[in-house]
């Protein structure tokens, strides 16, 4: 069973920086899709960022440009490097994982495992 557990989390000003960890262990799946998922109060959770097995990446466009995916395949930890952060990125993040599917890149959509997420608060 896969285990996904988020760090990194914390309270910053409008303009700031944040770098996420997502640490995984137990079985993995091969190949995967891996993916952030923000959670705003009141809102429902979605996501921003996706990453396969094979560094394929896909960004919501709210966060182009701000925000990077990437992954230390050696360590099993998938990181979210967040920069010049707003207000309305302040939600709680989550990390999700499921199996890749041949021919199609990695949505947003069909994760089943979830960690327990980590906060983030961003004030003006």
């Known amino acids: 069973q896969v285990q996904l557990v988020e760090s990194g989390g914390g309270a910053v000003q409008s303009g700031g920086s944040l770098r996420l960890s997502c640490a995984t262990s137990?079985?993995?799946?091969?190949?995967?899709?891996m993916g952030w998922f923000p959670q705003a109060p009141g809102k429902d959770r979605e996501g921003v960022a996706t990453?396969?097995?094979?560094?394929?990446?896909a960004y919501a466009d709210s966060v182009k440009g701000r925000f990077t995916i990437s992954q230390d395949t050696a360590k099993n930890i998938l990181y979210l490097q967040l920069n010049n952060l707003d207000r309305e990125d302040t939600a709680k993040y989550y990390c999700a994982t499921r199996v890749y599917r041949a021919g199609a890149s990695c949505s947003f959509t069909g994760y089943g495992t979830w960690g327990q997420g980590t906060q983030v608060t961003v004030s003006s």
């Open positions: 137990g079985y993995t799946y091969r190949p995967y899709c």
């Open positions: 990453i396969s097995t094979y560094g394929t990446t």
